[in-house]
């Protein structure tokens, strides 16, 4: 009888597991369908998106165009050079466009990828002498922002903007102390006495210092200079005006870093003369903004909406 018992206890707990296992199936078979619609709900949005912001920026008539730079400033962000100077090519070349404004909100970056789209503006000016070009500062237009407004004809920023910052800098640690008291060795092989050079677990060389402050004055000369090309006689003579000091964009319009206070929808209607205003920035490509936003937006959002298994 014991073995009976034991026998139909035995089947009971094969037929509920099947049961669990089979209704564990059935949850992850709706779970895997519902990432999937997730999915395909986000790959529809972002086309319908393009389509619509490409029939917005179809420009077939008088227009102002707008090229945004936004953030760092850098090879590989939204700001790189690439980026900012396709967009400014194809607002120069539209027959449509009257003007064009460069939208600047940016603390810098870059030197390098500064200097391109500072150059590419002059060139561009040059080929283009009846279409000008505005700069208008948002929040902050400082270091490498401000070294590609003023490649601009004039420019534009709200009494509250933050501007100027025209110096260079370069960031160390040293970890020389630290290491002694935690008993730490340093064992570095080079082949060049100053291939280690800034090495934040070497004590500092006096030499090596000297070297790079006068790698810092070269590139801050260069700034200087692109500066006073760009601005001319419309630059005051202020006491630290070139030692990476920041301004309020009131400030900027009295010591010449700054033309006058006004916005791009300002600049649009009563400089430039062309109310509408057409968005000619390059956007990150669909593959780009479909891994960024299926990476977040979709996992935040199932997880929102669905109880996932969990070890207890």
């Keep these: 009888m014991n073995n009976e018992i034991s026998s139909q206890d035995v089947l009971e707990k094969i037929v509920t597991e099947g ?15 519902l990432l999937t619609f997730a999915y395909l709900f986000i790959i529809l949005a972002l086309i319908l998106q393009d389509t619509d912001s490409s029939l917005a920026n179809a420009p077939g008539s008088k ?3 707008l090229v945004e730079l936004k953030g760092v400033i850098a090879s590989d962000a939204d700001a790189s050079a690439d980026r900012v100077i396709s967009g400014l090519r194809k607002a120069f070349k539209n027959k449509h466009s009257v003007g064009v404004i460069l939208r600047i909100n940016s603390p810098g970056g870059s030197p390098v990828q500064s200097g391109y789209i500072y150059d590419e503006i002059l060139r561009l000016r040059e080929k283009y002498p009846k279409k000008p070009l505005y700069a208008v500062i948002a929040d902050i237009g400082a270091s490498g922002g401000y070294y590609v407004a003023a490649a ?15 110096g260079v800098r370069m960031d160390n640690f040293g970890f020389v102390e630290a290491m002694k008291k ?3 060795e340093r064992r570095t092989i080079t082949a060049g006495k100053n291939k280690a ?8 060389d006096p030499a090596i210092v000297e070297h790079m402050k006068g790698l810092l004055a070269n590139v801050h000369n260069q700034f200087i200079n692109a500066v006073k090309q760009g601005r ?3 630059l005051k003579e202020v006491d630290g005006l070139f030692s990476g000091l920041i301004w309020t964009g009131d400030q900027a319009v009295e010591i010449g870093l700054v033309d006058e206070l006004g916005s791009s929808s300002y600049v ?12 000619y920035t390059v956007q990150p490509d669909f593959f780009e903004r479909f891994s960024e936003k299926v990476g977040t937006q979709a996992a935040q959002a199932m997880a929102e909406k669905l109880t996932l298994p969990q070890l207890k």
């Design 63 to 65: 227009h102002t165009a």
């Design 19 to 33: 049961l669990k296992e089979q209704r564990r199936s059935r949850r992850w078979g709706i779970f895997f369908k």
């Design 152 to 166: 601009a004809e004039k420019i534009y920023a709200d009494q509250a903007s933050m501007v100027g910052s025209i």
């Design 268 to 279: 649009a209607r009563d400089v430039i003369g062309a109310e509408e205003i057409v968005d």
């Design 182 to 184: 935690l008993g730490i």
């Design 197 to 204: 050079l800034l090495d934040p677990f070497a004590p500092e």
């Design 232 to 234: 001319g006689d419309r």
